[in-house]
């Protein structure tokens, strides 16, 4: 098996340590969130309601319609969402009722959007579970960072596996929470296409035995859009797409295209992958307009690395 980066017998001790005595735990994940950042959420909470913690996840905007289906009534009262504007009373409480809050699938604190002051402001116990590069790691009492990791919920699988309170047998962990993991897994890794290292497959495998339903993640995942999306889809492929004769490829989606074709957040995951199976292309950039910014996604096939355009 391969040795995955920090999580050594130490770091596993100082994590039980804190799991063990907390009451109340806060877990707040990046805006935008997608299936990584909602997946590895949902796992992480579910494992810590199991072994009788109280547990919030903080949003910092909503989550998309799309990857709802992982929460249930009982998960969904436990969101708190920034929303459109100033982190509201329930968002407040949230960190400062917590003994401990995760920081997952970001590795700055001003991938958290509105929430950034209340996460900065906190003294308490703050721990890393991430897998993107040059992380600011400064005031956390434990780092989990591995950039090599498939996806934060990979990192989070493998992670609670090592603790004393599960012990390598991922039965411990609640269904919910495998399915969550599994669906963040299934996105961050565009199905298995991208980022795999040894260790996802046997996850993959572990967690469908456990008894997760993967034909459902993936119907939920990809057979369940709204025309809307596949019309913009076709839109953007045939009069959009640019490709330069090296083989790079940009696709920008302005406020008046998602206006026009009333998408909704989350209907683009995966708009960057898409000009990837053509042959020629090597890279693609994905540029999609914000209220006050461009978000930009860049993804490559090959052994062509993005990482630097990315800084």
């Known amino acids: 098996m391969q040795k995955l980066k ?3 017998p130490e770091n596993i001790a100082h994590l039980e340590q804190v799991v063990g005595n907390l009451c109340r735990a806060c ?7 997608d299936g990584d950042a909602l ?3 949902l796992g992480l909470y579910s494992f810590l309601k199991s072994i009788g913690k109280e547990c919030k996840i903080v949003l910092p905007s909503a989550m998309p319609s799309t990857l709802s289906f992982i929460f249930d009534e009982n ?3 436990d969101v708190v969402c920034a929303g459109e504007n100033e982190a509201g009373s329930e968002v407040e409480a949230a960190f400062n009722e917590a003994d401990v809050v995760f920081a997952l699938d970001f590795n700055k604190p001003d991938r958290i959007g509105k929430v950034e002051s209340l996460f900065k ?6 721990i890393m579970i991430d897998h993107h590069q040059e992380p600011l790691t400064d005031g956390f009492y434990l780092v989990f960072s591995d950039p090599n990791m498939s996806s934060t919920a990979e990192y989070v699988y493998h992670i609670l596996l090592a603790t004393k309170f599960v012990q390598g047998d991922s039965a411990r962990i609640p269904l919910q929470g495998c399915t969550a993991l599994l669906t963040g897994l299934t996105t961050d890794t565009n199905n298995f296409a991208n980022s795999v290292i040894p260790t996802t497959f046997p996850m993959a495998t572990d967690l469908i035995a456990r008894g997760v339903d993967r034909e459902a993640i993936l119907e939920n ?4 859009y709204r025309e809307n999306r596949l019309r913009l889809q076709g839109y953007l492929l045939k009069d959009v797409m640019k490709i330069s004769g090296n083989g790079v490829s940009v696709m920008i989606l302005t406020r008046k295209d998602i206006e026009k074709y009333q998408i ?7 708009f960057v992958n898409l000009p990837l199976s053509i042959d020629k292309v090597k890279v693609s950039f994905f540029i999609k307009q914000e209220a006050d910014a461009y978000r930009v996604s860049i993804r490559s096939k090959g052994d062509i690395k993005v ?3 990315s800084k």
């Open 6 to 8: 920090d999580i050594t």
């Open 27 to 33: 877990i707040v994940t990046h805006i935008h969130p």
């Open 39 to 41: 997946g590895s959420s």
């Open 75 to 77: 998960s969904l009262k």
């Open 121 to 126: 402001d906190y003294k308490s116990t703050k």
């Open 221 to 224: 995942l990809y057979n369940r």
């Open 264 to 270: 909704e957040e989350g209907e683009t995951e995966g």
């Open 307 to 309: 990482n630097e355009c």
